[in-house]
């Protein structure tokens, strides 16, 4: 057994919610927030509702609650659902190192398991914390494919890590699932976001869903690889796998604190480029700037961005991993937000004649700035030949450059009053910051399920 394994199966059943330092428990009761607001309203969204029918049977086991949805279902349909809404709107929180978003992973688990066992806010405070953890640093050990999608890969393992924590397991059965689920995870297309494909918003549930089915297996006695990280992360999803950086500072640096959170309701990709527009826009007369006044658009970008290059957009998926699109709808709209990005915003003619005139290039000088920065250049020429130009290294909302608590919870009350009556909304967002006093998480859950 690899040494690396040991350590982190050893400090994941060691580490108890005393080990952790407020500003780590502080800022996972602001992703356990943001998180919940993210899904509420994804639930909203046709497709998953579609899904919610069809596979949510009347009379089955209902013992965890589907976020936005007012019922409950059994826990690994709970952790696909709500895994599956989290990604929808495209603003759930991220951690630029693990190039991924471990939350959306490991929260559906968790909060299923953790309700389904009448556990504390203490015991799922933890377990996200270390679920997190873990899953982060795959991220950062290894790099995965370019022609992969990284979500349902790491994420599964991070989800089976929160499961296993709050099961009690011991430091062998915490090694066994970290290695049954390295092996299931999916097989994800990058290509599925640029051409819109939704199968691709299944992935993160797909994980959630994973990691309680690997709980059972190890249960019923299936075994995985003696190092299965090891062997998917370093020669089947990736061909670099640095075991050093799953122990450097564990246990001194959680990752759930170097995390970054989304006020664009699009791929992180466009959100440089969304900000440094935002601060032509602030300067523009009135800070508004008329789409029949703009002439062309031209954005330099690093590479990743540089692929959202697509300015016709089928469907919302496509228009939020789609700059040229991202560009015109904020111009037409002044924002944004969720509204920016609907079906019949996608739609809008003004916004993608707009979007034809929006230019976007790789600038192999801020490719090289990865993964440190995340930057772009902005170019608006007028009609009248004025030329307005703004540049950003990071994204607003980086660890850099973090949007304060008043603008994390103004973000919450956005979303979070789409699905639940103001008070309700005020309720969940206080259990959320406060998961430590929760003597049973189903006080928040029967919150939840108060929808309308």
Same mark, same amino acid.
């Given at each position: 057994?690899?040494?690396?394994?040991?350590?982190?199966?050893?400090?994941?059943?060691?580490?108890?919610?005393?080990?952790?330092?407020?500003?780590?428990?502080?800022?996972?009761?602001?992703?356990?927030?943001?998180?919940?607001?993210?899904?509420?309203?994804?639930?909203?969204?046709?497709?998953?509702?579609?899904?919610?029918?069809?596979?949510?049977?009347?009379?089955?086991?209902?013992?965890?609650?589907?976020?936005?949805?007012?019922?409950?279902?059994?826990?690994?349909?709970?952790?696909?659902?709500?895994?599956?809404?989290?990604?929808?709107?495209?603003?759930?929180?991220?951690?630029?190192?693990?190039?991924?978003?471990?939350?959306?992973?490991?929260?559906?688990?968790?909060?299923?398991?953790?309700?389904?066992?009448?556990?504390?806010?203490?015991?799922?405070?933890?377990?996200?914390?270390?679920?997190?953890?873990?899953?982060?640093?795959?991220?950062?050990?290894?790099?995965?494919?370019?022609?992969?999608?990284?979500?349902?890969?790491?994420?599964?393992?991070?989800?089976?890590?929160?499961?296993?924590?709050?099961?009690?397991?011991?430091?062998?059965?915490?090694?066994?699932?970290?290695?049954?689920?390295?092996?299931?995870?999916?097989?994800?297309?990058?290509?599925?976001?640029?051409?819109?494909?939704?199968?691709?918003?299944?992935?993160?549930?797909?994980?959630?869903?994973?990691?309680?089915?690997?709980?059972?297996?190890?249960?019923?006695?299936?075994?995985?690889?003696?190092?299965?990280?090891?062997?998917?992360?370093?020669?089947?999803?990736?061909?670099?796998?640095?075991?050093?950086?799953?122990?450097?500072?564990?246990?001194?640096?959680?990752?759930?604190?170097?995390?970054?959170?989304?006020?664009?309701?699009?791929?992180?990709?466009?959100?440089?480029?969304?900000?440094?527009?935002?601060?032509?826009?602030?300067?523009?007369?009135?800070?508004?700037?008329?789409?029949?006044?703009?002439?062309?658009?031209?954005?330099?970008?690093?590479?990743?961005?540089?692929?959202?290059?697509?300015?016709?957009?089928?469907?919302?998926?496509?228009?939020?991993?789609?700059?040229?699109?991202?560009?015109?709808?904020?111009?037409?709209?002044?924002?944004?937000?969720? &509204?920016?990005?609907?079906?019949?915003?996608?739609?809008?003619?003004?916004?993608? *004649? !707009? @979007?034809? /005139? #929006?230019?976007?290039? $790789?600038?192999?000088?801020?490719?090289?700035?990865?993964?440190?920065?995340?930057?772009?250049?902005?170019?608006?020429?007028?009609?009248?030949?004025?030329?307005?130009?703004?540049?950003?290294?990071?994204?607003?909302?980086?660890? &850099?450059?973090?949007?304060?608590?008043?603008?994390?919870?103004?973000?919450?009350? *956005? !979303? @979070?009053? /789409? #699905?639940?009556?103001? $008070?309700?909304?005020?309720?969940?967002?206080?259990?959320?910051?406060?998961?430590?006093?929760?003597?049973?998480?189903?006080?928040?859950?029967?919150?939840?399920?108060?929808?309308?």
């Amino acid at each position: 057994m690899s040494d690396y394994l040991n350590e982190i199966s050893a400090f994941v059943c060691r580490c108890q919610f005393d080990d952790l330092s407020s500003i780590v428990v502080e800022r996972t009761g602001e992703v356990m927030a943001d998180s919940l607001a993210v899904i509420g309203v994804g639930a909203q969204e046709e497709e998953v509702r579609a899904m919610t029918e069809r596979i949510v049977v009347p009379g089955g086991k209902q013992v965890t609650t589907l976020i936005g949805g007012g019922t409950q279902t059994e826990p690994l349909k709970a952790a696909l659902i709500n895994g599956m809404a989290g990604t929808f709107l495209e603003l759930d929180e991220g951690n630029q190192f693990a190039r991924g978003h471990p939350a959306i992973h490991v929260i559906p688990a968790a909060l299923a398991v953790a309700e389904e066992m009448n556990l504390s806010g203490r015991e799922l405070l933890t377990a996200l914390v270390l679920g997190y953890e873990i899953a982060a640093r795959i991220g950062i050990a290894c790099k995965i494919r370019m022609s992969m999608h990284p979500h349902g890969t790491w994420g599964t393992v991070g989800a089976a890590v929160a499961v296993g924590k709050l099961m009690g397991y011991d430091e062998g059965a915490m090694r066994e699932i970290i290695n049954v689920s390295s092996s299931l995870g999916l097989a994800t297309s990058r290509r599925t976001m640029l051409e819109g494909g939704l199968v691709r918003n299944v992935y993160a549930g797909v994980s959630g869903y994973m990691g309680i089915l690997a709980h059972e297996l190890v249960q019923s006695g299936f075994t995985g690889e003696a190092d299965g990280l090891q062997t998917v992360f370093g020669t089947v999803v990736s061909d670099t796998f640095v075991p050093e950086e799953m122990t450097k500072d564990l246990g001194s640096r959680f990752e759930i604190a170097r995390n970054y959170f989304k006020r664009h309701a699009c791929c992180r990709y466009n959100h440089a480029t969304l900000d440094a527009l935002g601060d032509i826009i602030a300067k523009a007369p009135g800070g508004r700037l008329k789409p029949d006044e703009v002439a062309k658009v031209e954005v330099e970008t690093y590479s990743l961005a540089a692929q959202l290059c697509d300015p016709n957009p089928e469907n919302t998926l496509a228009g939020k991993f789609s700059i040229p699109f991202a560009v015109a709808t904020f111009i037409v709209n002044g924002s944004t937000g969720v &509204e920016s990005f609907t079906p019949r915003a996608i739609q809008n003619p003004v916004a993608r *004649e !707009l @979007a034809q /005139r #929006v230019t976007v290039s $790789e600038d192999l000088e801020l490719t090289a700035m990865m993964p440190d920065h995340r930057p772009s250049k902005v170019k608006v020429t007028l009609t009248n030949g004025t030329v307005l130009e703004a540049q950003t290294l990071t994204n607003k909302g980086d660890s &850099e450059d973090p949007y304060t608590p008043e603008e994390l919870r103004e973000k919450y009350y *956005e !979303l @979070a009053e /789409r #699905v639940w009556k103001r $008070e309700i909304a005020e309720a969940i967002y206080a259990d959320a910051m406060n998961l430590e006093k929760l003597d049973n998480i189903n006080e928040m859950t029967a919150r939840m399920r108060q929808i309308g």
